[in-house]
């Protein structure tokens, strides 16, 4: 049985970080790339970054570049997704979802070929 659990979301102030953590059980971890997405209820949901399955090819949305980095340990099945200068607008239930390929497709942001997610935890980001 394949699981995905995030953990590490909770409350923070702007301009702070926070590190979400992702690991994975019943998969071949490094036959698939990685991604974590995030949805607010009143928005649709956003592809915030990729990684293929080595690590070496990594994507990320606009609107984190340069805050985000995603990053994965292929011995222990785990992908890391550290946020720096987290703003308002980075508040939502954030998932970790395991690709059908080892690669991130040009379209890996629409979450189409992502055939295993998690259950999401949530990140605040309020004064």
């Known amino acids: 049985q394949v699981e995905v659990v995030e953990s590490g979301g909770g409350s923070v102030q702007p301009g702070t970080s926070l590190t979400l953590s992702c690991i994975t059980s019943?998969?071949?971890?490094?036959?698939?790339?990685m991604g974590w997405f995030r949805q607010d209820p009143e928005k649709q949901r956003e592809g915030v970054a990729c990684?293929?399955?080595?690590?070496?090819?990594?994507a990320y949305a606009d609107s984190v570049k340069g805050r985000f980095t995603i990053s994965r340990d292929n011995a222990k099945s785990t992908v890391t997704l550290q946020m720096n200068s987290l703003k308002p607008a980075d508040t939502a239930m954030y998932y970790c979802?395991?690709?059908?390929?080892?690669?991130?497709?040009?379209?890996?942001?629409?979450?189409?070929?992502?055939?295993?997610w998690g259950q999401g935890t949530r990140v605040t980001v309020s004064s």
């Open positions: 990684i293929n399955w080595s690590g070496q090819r990594i």
């Open positions: 019943g998969l071949s971890f490094d036959d698939h790339a």
């Open positions: 979802a395991a690709a059908r390929y080892e690669d991130c497709s040009g379209s890996w942001f629409r979450g189409y070929n992502f055939g295993r």
